[in-house]
């Protein structure tokens, strides 16, 4: 069974980083590319960034070009998403999921349970 677990949310100001980490177990973790979406209180879940199997090509929705980054660890089951530039229109519950190469959130196969980033003004 897949299991994915994010960690690293939590309160920050405007304009600060956070990294947020998503670890994969009980799978071969490069089978899977790889994405991270997030959902703000009364909307839907939008894509944020997805990283191939390899690691070798990248996707960013338009709201965090140039301030997030995406990045992977094959050899340790990791995927990471870092934050910078944070503004309070990031808040949101950010989720990692596994599946295809996708910005389609119906497309993805596996989820985690999320964690809350929380940007204040």
């Known amino acids: 069974q897949v299991q994915l677990a994010e960690s690293g949310g939590g309160l920050v100001q405007a304009g600060g980083s956070l990294r947020l980490a998503c670890a994969a177990s009980?799978?071969?973790?490069?089978?899977?590319?790889m994405g991270w979406f997030r959902q703000a209180p009364g909307k839907e879940r939008e894509f944020v960034t997805a990283?191939?199997?390899?690691?070798?090509?990248?996707a960013y929705g338009d709201s965090v070009k140039g301030r997030f980054t995406i990045s992977r660890d094959n050899a340790k089951n990791t995927m990471y998403l870092q934050m910078n530039s944070l503004k309070p229109e990031d808040t949101a519950v950010y989720y990692c999921?596994?599946?295809?190469?996708?910005?389609?959130?119906?497309?993805?196969?596996?989820w985690g349970k999320g964690t809350l980033v929380t940007v204040s003004s």
């Open positions: 009980r799978w071969t973790f490069s089978t899977y590319a």
């Open positions: 999921a596994a599946g295809p190469f996708s910005s389609d959130y119906h497309d993805m196969n596996y």
């Open positions: 990283i191939s199997r390899s690691g070798g090509m990248t």
